[in-house]
């Protein structure tokens, strides 16, 4: 297996439109990498040019130390599974995964054994024989890459692999490419829009915005850590909640009521007394013109507490078998605040559509400037929510 090495690798096409925008990464031996992004944010088109489909505008590709820039897709010992399978539909299921060889002018006795070795490894040994046709999404799937494991590349690419199989099968073939990477000790380079899918393949992430790295690291890292609104946003099931406030003299105003203090070493949130908002808007008009900021707090870190900072109309339960999403409305908020909580709680309290109910913080905080970037990250509130201030660690 090689490390493939992109420096600010670039695709620009007629009229200046840039799809690919100085990606800078590498992908160890034996790594599976994801890309992970929106449709348009450049992911397929960025594992085109590493496999020689599109031209590289700008920038280095090598691949064990071997500038790729030039080189032929036959020449770069790599192998492309594909969203759509690419299978020809009048050749058997043996041939597809031969061809490359055959093009090759390989041995008919190595051809024999490399294909037969693969539809072993993948559980195909009686679908050889078989045309396209006759298989099913999953088993398409599975000769895809045996194709390109017959081809004993340096590095496997996959342009979105799972997005034409249903749900269930979805779930069966992730675990199925992990194994077969492990397995193999295989370099893998993977690109999809399922974010799900993202977290439990990879050993790395990559988030790609507009052609440009967003975040890269480990999915836990990603979610742990968000470099920014927009990572926030796409890494999580639900997303995180991200709540607008006004920030001026070193405190920000939530929906709700709450300030938080953003100057303090170690950040607080407090309860609002009458006295607090007359102070508070005294110094806002006092201060320099308010500036804009997020707030952001995932799902899985909001509970039921009748003493929580958040005083919230439940609008809507999701039921998802142990746990329910409960989707509850915030005085001064658009979007509904988000909460996954365990389904027994929410029946134990007999609480419907239409309840008004308290939320309280138990989990990390994040802060982001008006840029969307974060700037802060805070450790969970103090257990007793009940005092006027609450301390983050």
Do not use: W
């Not at 992004?37 to 960025?46: A, D, L, R, V, Y």
């Not at 064990?64 to 399978?85: D, I, S």
């Not at 977290?199 to 988030?207: C, F, G, P, S």
């Not at 970037?373 to 609450?390: G, N």
């Amino acid at each position: 297996m090689a490390t493939l090495t992109c420096r600010q690798l670039v695709k620009t096409y007629k009229g200046g439109q840039r799809a690919v925008d100085g990606i800078d990464l590498t992908l160890e031996p034996g790594e599976l990498m994801v890309v992970v992004g929106p449709s348009g944010c450049g992911k397929s088109t960025f594992l085109r040019m590493v496999a020689g489909l599109e031209s590289i505008s700008d920038g280095e590709l090598r691949i064990g130390g071997t500038l790729a820039n030039q080189l032929e897709p036959a020449q770069r010992g790599v192998a492309m599974v594909f969203q759509n399978y690419a299978l020809y539909p009048h050749m058997s299921v043996f041939d597809n995964m031969a061809y490359a060889l055959k093009l090759q002018k390989r041995p008919r006795e190595e051809i024999t054994r490399r294909v037969r070795e693969a539809a072993a490894l993948l559980g195909i040994e009686a679908l050889l024989e078989r045309r396209p046709r006759q298989l099913s999404g999953g088993q398409r799937q599975r000769v895809a890459m045996g194709r390109a494991i017959v081809r004993e590349p340096r590095v496997f690419l996959f342009d979105e692999p799972l997005s034409n199989l249903d749900a269930a099968l979805r779930v069966q073939m992730r675990l199925e490419i992990r194994r077969l990477q492990q397995r193999l000790g295989a370099s893998m380079l993977y690109v999809t829009h399922d974010q799900v899918e993202a977290m439990t393949l990879a050993d790395r992430l990559v988030v790609l915005r507009d052609g440009r790295i967003e975040q890269i690291g480990t999915p836990m890292s990603l979610f742990e850590t968000p470099a920014s609104c927009f990572v926030a946003r796409f890494i999580g099931s639900p997303a995180m909640n991200l709540l607008p406030v006004t920030q001026a003299d070193g405190r920000a105003r939530l929906p709700g009521g709450l300030i938080l203090d953003t100057e303090a070493l170690e950040t607080e949130i407090i309860e609002t007394a009458p006295e607090t908002k007359a102070d508070t808007a005294a110094s806002a008009d006092a201060a320099e013109p308010p500036a804009a900021a997020t707030l952001g707090v995932r799902p899985e870190h909001l509970r039921l507490d009748p003493q929580g900072e958040f005083a919230v109309t439940l609008e809507m339960i999701e039921r998802l078998g142990v746990d329910a999403l409960a989707y509850c409305r915030l005085p001064g908020l658009d979007a509904p605040l988000t909460a996954r909580l365990p389904l027994a709680t929410l029946e134990a309290a007999a609480l419907r559509e239409g309840s008004e109910i308290r939320l309280a913080v138990d989990g990390p905080l994040h802060l982001f400037d008006a840029e969307e970037r974060r700037v802060a990250r805070r450790a969970r509130l103090s257990a007793d929510t009940s005092a006027a201030t609450s301390s983050i660690a």
